[in-house]
């Protein structure tokens, strides 16, 4: 379970989507993101799902990777689905006691639970395909703008970068604790909830006290370099648009613009 959050993680290899500006990749994340919003209809569902599997591909990224991910919120795709079929209110499919099943409650549960998915997945393809550095330089520049209301957008884009760089290395650390305290006799199976509890004592302090040994690590490191921040700063390699990001952000929009439209007019393909 540990080792199924992709967030995080950077798969090195050549691709499309790996070459594309960091501030492309960006904006259509967040873009994407918010397109899932707006699944409501057999067409948005459609177009959505087309568009992640041609990034997916471009990006030359193992699709079981992507599913790795999907493992580790399976529990909250579950309840979701549920909670939904069961509370939604509309036409009556099934029924046991006090417990029923409504088509609106099935359908709301469908894409609750896709939208949730797609989410983690579009996250996760950014962060596949980008090093922390290119995004910290991506944020930085794409809101330079912001600096005219005197926000820290170099210190705020290192947090970003130092917190994604954390994901891996502290899934790693607690993987490890786990396993330690295996060996020791820990016992994670048990079905009495409060021993569940309990022995997440002994992992997650431990886990706590590495993460701020190594934050302070982290911070010594950059005070002993004299880091004062992004002032004065400039970049080895600058962020310069090229044809293909160009090309990248016309499809970014038509697609942005497509789910919008079809999911006000979704029987615009049946008229």
């Known amino acids: 379970m540990v080792r199924d959050v992709t967030i995080g993680q950077y798969y090195p290899v050549n691709s499309a989507v790996h070459r594309l500006d960091p501030r492309v990749k960006l904006l259509g994340t967040l873009l994407f993101l918010i397109s899932v919003f707006f699944i409501n209809n057999a067409e948005t569902f459609v177009i959505v799902t087309f568009f992640l599997i041609l990034v997916i591909r471009l990006s030359r990224v193992p699709f079981r990777l992507m599913l790795r991910s999907m493992r580790a919120i399976l529990v909250i795709l579950v309840i979701t689905f549920i909670i939904s079929a069961l509370f939604t209110p509309g036409t009556e499919l099934w029924r046991a006691g006090a417990v029923k099943i409504t088509r609106e409650g099935l359908n709301s549960g469908i894409y609750m639970s896709l939208r949730l998915a797609y989410l983690v997945i579009g996250a996760s393809v950014m962060t596949l395909t980008t090093t922390p550095n290119k995004l910290t330089d991506g944020m930085e520049k794409g809101l330079g703008f912001l600096k005219i209301f005197r926000i820290p957008v170099h210190e705020l884009a290192m947090m970003m970068s130092i917190a994604l760089r954390f994901i891996p290395i502290l899934m790693d650390e607690l993987d490890k604790i786990i396993k330690a305290q295996k060996a020791r006799g820990a016992d994670f199976e048990s079905h009495d909830l409060v021993k569940r509890v309990r022995g997440l004592v002994p992992i997650l302090v431990p886990l706590f006290v590495s993460a701020i040994r190594r934050a302070d690590e982290l911070a010594s490191a950059m005070d002993a370099r004299c880091y004062h921040g992004g002032e004065g700063r400039t970049k080895m390699k600058p ?24 999911s006000i007019h979704p029987f615009i393909w049946r008229q």
């Open 239 to 262: 962020l310069i648009y090229r044809r293909a990001d160009l090309i990248a952000y016309g499809v970014i929009f038509v697609y942005t613009a497509a789910v919008i439209f079809l």
